[in-house]
């Protein structure tokens, strides 16, 4: 049973998000591994220039792996756009998409790309099998991370460890691919993700936040909480 121990941990904890000074509060934290976005949250955090934006990200966070995604549907511009972002830094990850829209298989980009040196992020997997595709896809010895978004599995109603365990099977060997848990829906997720041995998970601020309740005792918990609402009631001023 975990300790509520943050160093006992062997995963990495990577800090999802677009705003920078949630970025910068989050880098300060010695259990911070590194950090990842993408284009759905930078537009809600109202980044304007993704250059702009990701170049301040790497100036702030130093030698930390930073992953940041490209955004065209289209496999010559996203290499386009790859080669780029990776030229930011040699601590950048480039997300690149498993599918384009069309739902055409990213294989031959990840695969051109991860042989020139890219380190890449492939993201929105969700599906053992697409694991071994991508894994079949990448050059020997260039790192690379394996985004599957084991949160959103769990949303449909399926177990997310399970198929993790799978997806784990899948790159085991392979020299320098790590396999990340993407979308974690609560603290336990950071345990269970853990406890299989995965290698990344990434945590939005709202969780990270969460992660002081990591192990308490349990009769304290409930005591703080049925003091919590006594004292929201009397703040209230409800009376029968």
């Known amino acids: 049973m975990f300790n509520g121990d943050l160093t006992s941990l062997r995963i990495k904890i990577f800090a999802d998000g677009a705003d920078l000074n949630g970025i910068l509060e989050m880098a300060a934290r010695p259990w911070v591994a590194g950090f990842t976005t993408n284009p759905t949250l930078m537009r809600k955090a109202g980044v304007v220039s ?42 950048v990850y480039v997300k690149v998409p498993v599918t384009n829209t069309r739902g055409e298989s990213s294989s031959d980009l990840v695969h051109a790309l991860s042989s020139d040196g890219v380190k890449l992020n492939v993201t929105a997997l969700m599906r053992p099998e697409q694991v071994k595709r991508v894994a079949r896809s990448l050059a020997e010895g260039v790192p690379a ?67 002081g309740t990591l192990g308490r005792d349990l ?12 004292s929201d009631a009397e703040a209230a001023g409800f009376a029968l």
Not at 57 to 67: A, F, Q, T, Y
Not at 179 to 196: C, F, G, K, M, T
Request: with cysteine; proline share 2%.
């Open 219 to 230: 009769d304290e918990f409930s005591l703080d909480t049925v003091k919590m609402f006594r």
């Open 145 to 211: 991370i394996v985004s599957v978004f084991a949160g959103r599995v769990a949303d449909t109603g399926r177990d997310p460890v399970s198929l993790m365990r799978d997806c784990l099977r899948e790159i085991d060997g392979l020299q320098g691919v790590e396999l990340l848990w993407a979308s974690p829906r609560e603290v336990l997720n950071l345990v269970q993700a853990d406890e299989i041995g995965c290698h990344i998970i990434t945590m939005t601020n709202d969780l990270l936040a969460k992660l």
């Open 50 to 91: 993704y250059e702009v934006f990701g170049r301040t990200l790497l100036e702030h966070v130093g030698v930390l792996p930073v992953s940041l995604e490209v955004f065209s549907d289209d496999f010559d511009e996203m290499r386009r756009q790859a080669l780029k972002i990776a030229s930011w830094g040699t601590n």
